[in-house]
């Protein structure tokens, strides 16, 4: 890097750094914020960005390392042996009843089976990690990213119900024990001048540079789970709850081993009731799996454990007025109403937009324009409207009538009729007919420079819309050919800001097949039919004869991907300009193959295939259990078939064409056996 753009770099970091400190000052030491939290969130993120990308740039004002407007200790990081993962959310009856079904299906149960789960209040505090080794207290980790925390022990220690050493006999050699650190609403009323909320208090305090004014802040901690252990002998959550207690540790008083989804419901509907008699904010209710065999069964999924669930409060709602009703087109021609609403607080948050869902939720409710409606905002989920007072409809109100054209470009729009249900989706579609509408093809757009798609820093949805408006960008194949002049000419860019566009756009050009294939934005091909088909594929070449109608039967051998994502390709591919932009794009780009996720399983370079019902063991589960150990599951009999695993009732084609092509066929009993040994 040139030493002139390294000082435009440091000039630009510099300038937010002391106003992100201006903007601190006047939140925490004068208590009289300056701009909102929306702002200095988004200035924040600039900055930390900012000292990734660039190692050179420090500060001992920068809030990596500071506090409202005092400066905090430098913690190291460290890395958890077990990551804090999150939880997936419930929000309603149906979602807990998917939940106990996906378990049911996963560890293929009876339905008629008793699920006993742990119900545990979610504090809404700071998670915490303690390492306890021969009984001693010795480290204390925040959480961090979930993979890495910041030693935090010296602060944790002086948390009164956190232990510093345990004496009793069946106290594990090694574990570390989880929970939450949190300020008590009564105790709060006492420093509350000196922070926004409870979390806020307790999340500052933590990361106090001095743990001799961490110990002046009246912090707590409860236990709830644990990461890794050796020497545990216990069988159920609720088992380990009963121990830590014991063991010294608080626990929640309001824990309850509940069975059955309707008995999880009335749980939640109790304790929803007196929430706010609670000293301690909580937002939900954890459900775990009582017991522990079944949690190492159904394992982990991408982000979060599959045999647990957070199941949330009713969010904050209020109410406002529908000011218009405006039509969104989405990259895959859906049509999305959206209520523009008088902005309201909802949270803490000023909302003037709520999603109307569609057509169909639109007539249901009997939604107009001029409406007074209860909008409700649900954690991270967009606001949506909930309920019309129709006591208060104007007299001179119209019904609203859904547009049968495209607002973007005038195509005709339609709904899909689903085989399987024999119903039409609630969801309108544009059918883009002559591929004319600029909603999808921008959408599109800013679909395959996003963050999980080509991640090009700096091209986010807005210089997407300026750079189509100004024709810099119609096709994908565009970015890597833009006028970097003209841009330089424009409105907030400049030498600096070019360059680093520059560099973040030859960066992308290096991507995974995986990463690509979702990026070009097929309608039902998200990242989960990516991989699938990145790992069949094999390279890019294999993809892009696709084009082919001949080659995309070939699509029908893969485990996962069905009649609906093949039509999906078909559709991609009978568009020429796709086929045009997909060319363009593999002479630019630098496609890499699939990369095998394990390397040195007990299964490695062996298939596997399971026809049959298996024995107290779903094939889900099954199938896991190889790719676990590094095996390769394929879906059809073929001479790259090492093994044939047959259940009860298997299919006979499959066994006969199996002994024709000398393939080894094993009983379950035969394949579980050849798991342990190799395990």
Known sequence: MKSNDSKLIKKDYLKKINLINRYNKAYYKNSKPIITDFEYDNLKIEILDLEKKYNFLKSDKSPSLTVGFKPSKIFNKVKHKIPML?????????????????????????????????????????????????????????????????????????????????????????????????????????????????????????????????????????????????????????????????????????????????????????????????????????????????????????????????????????????????????????????????????????????????????????????????????????????????????????????????????????KDFNEATKKHDAVRRCLNEEFKCEKIAIESLKHFVSKEALNIDGFGKKIVEKFWEINLVKFPQDIFSLNFEKIKKLDGWGELSVNNLKYSIEKSKKISLERFIFALGIRHIGKENARLLSQHLKNVESFCRLSKESNIEVLLNIDGIGETQIKSIRNFFSNKFNISALEKLNKIMKISGAALSKKDGILKNKTFMFTGKLNEISRAEAKSLVEQNSGKIISNVNNKLNFLVVGEKPTNKKVIKAKELKIKILTQDEWTKMLNKTS
């Not at 922070?195 to 901690?221: H, M």
């Not at 236990?223 to 216990?234: E, M, P, R």
Request: proline fraction near 3%; glycine fraction near 6%.
């Open 86 to 414: 999150s939880l997936g959310n419930a929000f309603n009856k149906e979602d807990l009843i998917n939940f106990e079904k996906k378990i049911c299906n996963f560890l293929s149960l009876k339905k008629n089976t008793i699920i006993e789960y742990s119900a545990e209040p979610k504090i809404d505090g700071i998670s915490a990690s303690l390492l306890y080794r021969n009984g001693k207290f010795i480290q204390g980790l925040s959480r961090g990213d979930g993979i890495e925390g910041e030693d935090i022990t010296e602060n944790l220690k002086t948390i009164k119900d956190i232990p510093k050493y345990i004496f009793n006999k069946n106290f594990p050699e090694e574990i570390d024990i989880r929970g939450e650190v949190y300020i008590g609403n009564k105790d709060f009323n006492s420093i509350k001048d000196k922070f926004a909320n409870p979390r806020n208090a307790a999340s500052g305090s933590l990361r106090q540079k001095n743990s001799d004014e961490t110990s002046k802040i009246p912090l707590r901690f409860i236990a709830y789970t644990y990461g890794f252990s050796k020497k545990l002998n216990i069988n159920t959550q609720s088992e380990f709850l009963k121990n830590l207690e014991i063991w010294g540790f608080r626990v929640n008083k309001y824990n309850n081993i509940i069975k059955g989804i309707n008995n999880l419901m009335q749980n939640h509907k109790n304790l929803e009731e007196k929430r706010n008699k609670i000293d301690f904010d909580i937002d939900g209710i954890v459900y775990k799996i009582n017991k522990f065999d079944l949690q190492r069964r159904l394992g982990f999924a991408t982000n979060s454990p599959r045999w647990a669930i957070a199941h949330k409060f009713s969010a904050n709602s209020s109410v406002s007025e529908i000011l218009n009703i405006e039509i969104q087109v989405g990259r895959t021609g859906a049509l999305t109403p959206v209520a523009k609403i008088k902005p309201v607080n909802i949270g803490g948050v000023v909302v003037s937009n709520a999603t109307l869902h569609n057509e169909d939720e639109i007539i249901r409710k009997d939604i107009r324009i001029g409406d007074t409606v209860k909008v409700e905002r649900a954690g991270d989920v967009i606001p949506h409207v909930i309920s019309v007072d129709k006591t208060k409809r104007k007299t001179d109100s119209k019904k609203y009538f859904f547009p049968e054209k495209c607002p973007s470009c005038g195509s005709n729009t339609a």
